[in-house]
């Protein structure tokens, strides 16, 4: 993880509804994509597809799209 965005994360682990995230990647082949929704409401693709935790296998880009 890159160290400013550590220190944001640092920074703003208690300010859940103060600060919201929207990270979306898009792939070239069609389904392969991913929406990451940290502390705001699910909306784009969150709010039509189904949502999964990132855990586990799924915690990093990575793991998420491994076939």
């Known amino acids: ?4 965005w ?4 640092k920074r703003m682990k ?3 509804g103060d600060v919201g995230i929207w ?3 898009y792939l070239v ?3 392969e994509y991913e929406n ?5 409401p699910p909306h784009g693709l969150g709010r039509v597809a189904d949502l999964v ?4 296998a799924r915690s990093d880009a990575r793991g ?3 076939r």
């Not at 550590?6 to 994360?9: E, G, I, L, Y």
């Open 1 to 4: 993880m890159f160290p400013a």
């Open 6 to 9: 550590r220190a944001f994360n």
């Open 14 to 16: 208690h300010s859940r």
């Open 23 to 25: 990270h979306a990647t």
């Open 29 to 31: 082949r069609a389904g």
């Open 36 to 40: 990451v929704y940290s502390g705001i």
């Open 53 to 56: 935790p990132a855990e586990g």
């Open 64 to 66: 998420r799209f491994k």
